[in-house]
């Protein structure tokens, strides 16, 4: 699968995830130091959490 059917298999599968965050509070001012294993997965929780005005630092392993 190509990087875009992936992000589409996401967002079709991972509907509680996107869910639960898009019922986050305004995140501005907050930030997260993320350090994971990205997954295609979490997708939808970052990109829901960066969505609501969080900040993300990633340090990928």
Same mark, same amino acid.
């Given at each position: 699968m190509s990087f875009t059917q992936d992000l589409a298999w996401n967002a079709r599968h991972m509907l509680r995830t996107a869910?639960? !965050? =898009?019922?986050?509070?305004n995140c501005e001012g907050k930030r997260l130091a993320v350090s994971t294993h990205l997954d295609i997965k979490m !997708? =939808?929780?970052?990109?829901?959490?960066?969505?609501q005005g969080?900040?993300?630092?990633?340090?990928?392993l």
């Open positions: 869910n639960v !965050v =898009s019922q986050l509070q !997708v =939808s929780f970052y990109e829901g959490y960066l969505k969080g900040e993300t630092l990633f340090n990928h």
